[in-house]
């Protein structure tokens, strides 16, 4: 049995508390009136101020009386709006990476069940254990939800009425995105991938202490279908959660590009997980062969990723298509250091670093990489919510790294008291005696 | 160069594995092993240098990705910037992702291909080869085992009948 060291729920604790301070802050020193606003933006804009204010000269050149002055009003209110929805963004980014992370594992373990791996049966329970996250990192996220269904922030514009009577194409897809439907579908999507996962745990430990496999081949069973539940579900999940904080854009392959980086996060944690914990003789039947399988998926789904990422963006690119590509200009104007800088952590890193396997045997060495690739994937979805929220007001300060931190111990803190509630290995799956003599 | 070599045959890739290691115990060189089918863990028995075929492969497809930029900058940017459907030809790396699709092809083409031939040239492959193994059934169900004789052909003997031996040859080289 696992016994939570006392240090790493202090650690935890002090994530917790830290980031909601962080988050606190962020909350107050949002504006909440237009001259605020402008305040703010003067006192950030010092350094480079000059470009700014000779284009802002131009436009006053060019502009004529009250025509200027009504245009000038709706851009200071855009403006208040987007430094309103920073900390509710920076909220719901980091909120929904540990929340993917989980989901990804949930992915990962449903594949190891399905596909009756002979290796990974002992990673089960550390599995279980981060996808313990799903229920509180699930509850988080539909309140979040709720409190934008309820206009306490700006992220989703299609769920401000006024905005839909006045755009024909939310109106087309009104259908679609209303807030009713919206959290029907979020409610179900959580309750399946929720239910699955407290089933499966249970017919696991169930497993251990019964003296027939049935347990063993319902789990099978339940976890094929899951996986079908899954598909569907991540994609319309990826669709609503994610790609409708732009309603006017919409990508074919998104679904699969979210979940490339659910699956390669999860992975990622797996390893760290079993690299933490066998470091502190946990898990004596772990040896450099399951890492080194970890780390073949995490290069594998790194490099998987990278091709979903290329696909969209030299679709979008070649074709040039204006509905299209207007969001890959805003990123690529406002954001070019976090979407090109995450295709390097992303992919050529994890390329570089992994490719090599004798490196991928070296615990510290994938602990080093999956660093890079969490970083990397919390970029990528700041990259993929924040243009649209906050537009070129974005910055990676005190709300941002605060959310980080409290969800980051929110996660120890759950993942490893779940871990404590059942023995790390298990007794009598089927497949055990060959996961325990794995060897690459 | 001996002249006189001994062949030890075996039937059972297990009964292999046993004699290999205790030939290697009594410190005799290993000239050959010839095996129908790949024994697992045999070269780590016979003490066999991991292979660098990977390593060559990796430099060929640094080669090849070279190439392919160095082929379409000089194409597509240095000797004819045509403006083909708006396509921004003015630098490499405006245009680079059109240039993506051959960029990864032929880094994999080059990879697999100087890796292959590698192989057949370090292997000493090739169509109208002269077969070297010394006895036509182990290509089918035996396995044999090569040593060197240096004049100490029955002490040879004696080991390698108490390894499991079901034949055993001495033949010039």
């Not at chain 1, 009250?66 to 909220?91: M, R, T, Y």
């Not at chain 2, 240039?99 to 590698?118: D, G, K, Q, S, W």
């Amino acid at each position: 049995m696992y016994t939570f060291s006392s240090r790493l729920r202090m650690a935890s604790f002090i994530m917790m508390i830290v980031g909601l301070l962080g988050i606190g802050i962020g909350f107050m020193s949002a504006p909440s009136t237009v001259e605020e606003a402008k305040a703010m933006v003067a006192s950030h804009d010092g350094g480079h101020g000059d470009a700014h204010a000779e284009e802002v000269g131009l436009a006053e050149a060019n502009a004529h009386g009250e025509h200027a002055e009504a245009h000038d009003a709706a851009h200071d209110e855009h403006v208040l709006h987007q430094l309103q929805n920073k900390p509710w963004s920076a909220l719901y980014v980091a909120a929904f990476f540990f929340f993917m992370i989980a989901l990804g594992v949930l992915a990962f373990y449903a594949i190891q069940r399905a596909s009756q791996a002979g290796w990974s049966p002992l990673l089960f329970r550390v599995m279980e254990g981060i996808t313990a996250y799903l229920v509180p990192g699930g509850i988080i996220i539909f309140v979040i939800l709720v409190l934008s269904v309820l206009h306490m922030n700006h992220l989703f514009v299609w769920m401000d009425a006024d905005v839909v009577a006045h755009d024909k194409l939310l109106m087309g897809k009104s259908g679609y995105l209303n807030p009713t439907f919206f959290l029907i579908r979020a409610a179900i999507f959580l309750g399946g991938w929720i239910l699955y996962r407290e089933y499966s745990r249970k017919l696991s430990l169930k497993q251990d202490a019964s003296d027939d496999n049935s347990n063993f081949k319902l789990n099978f069973r339940i976890s094929a279908a899951f996986l079908v539940f899954y598909l569907i579900s991540e994609s319309i999940m990826s669709w609503d959660w994610i790609m409708s904080v732009d309603p006017h854009w919409f990508s074919t392959l998104f679904g699969w590009y979210v979940f490339a980086s659910m699956i390669v996060s999860g992975i990622t944690v797996i390893a760290m997980v079993t690299i933490y914990l066998k470091s502190k003789d946990y898990l004596p039947d772990v040896n450099d062969s399951h890492i080194h399988d970890l780390a073949k998926f995490m290069f594998g789904f790194s490099v998987f990723w990278t091709y979903l990422w290329f696909s969209q963006f030299m679709l979008i690119w070649y074709s040039n298509i204006p509905e299209e590509v207007t969001y890959y200009v805003t990123r690529i104007e406002d954001f070019k250091l976090p979407f090109f800088g995450m295709v390097v952590m992303n992919f050529v890193l994890p390329l570089l670093l992994l490719m090599n396997s004798d490196y991928k045997r070296i615990n510290w060495f994938v602990i080093l990489t999956g660093i890079i690739i969490l970083a990397g994937h919390y970029m990528d979805i700041f990259n993929m919510i924040m243009p649209s929220t906050v537009g070129d007001q974005w910055s990676i300060g005190i709300p941002e790294i605060g959310a980080i931190l409290f969800f980051a111990g929110l996660f120890i803190f759950w993942v490893f008291r779940a871990l404590t509630k059942a023995p790390l290995q298990p007794k009598r799956n089927p497949f055990i005696e060959e996961s325990r003599h794995f060897h690459y | 160069m001996a002249s006189k070599v001994i062949h030890a045959y075996y039937d059972d890739d297990d009964v292999l594995m046993h004699a290999v290691k205790k030939v290697k115990d009594a410190k005799h060189h290993i000239e050959e092993v010839y095996c129908p089918f790949p024994v697992h863990g045999l070269d780590k028995a016979m003490g066999l240098a991991p292979t660098r075929i990977a390593i060559t492969s990796f430099i060929y497809g640094c080669v090849g990705l070279a190439v392919a930029i160095v082929m379409m900058n000089y194409i597509m940017i240095q000797d004819w910037p045509q403006d083909i459907g708006g396509k921004p030809s003015f630098s490499y790396l405006e245009n680079m992702p059109a240039f993506v699709p051959i960029m990864f092809e032929l880094t994999v083409f080059f990879a697999a291909h100087l890796m292959v031939i590698t192989f057949y040239l370090r292997s000493r492959l090739w169509p109208f080869k002269k077969a070297e193994n010394p006895d036509v059934r182990t290509t089918d169900d035996h396995f044999v085992m090569e040593l060197a004789i240096h004049d100490n052909e029955k002490e040879l003997k004696n080991l390698l009948m108490d390894t499991g031996a079901v034949e055993i040859n001495v033949s010039e080289k």
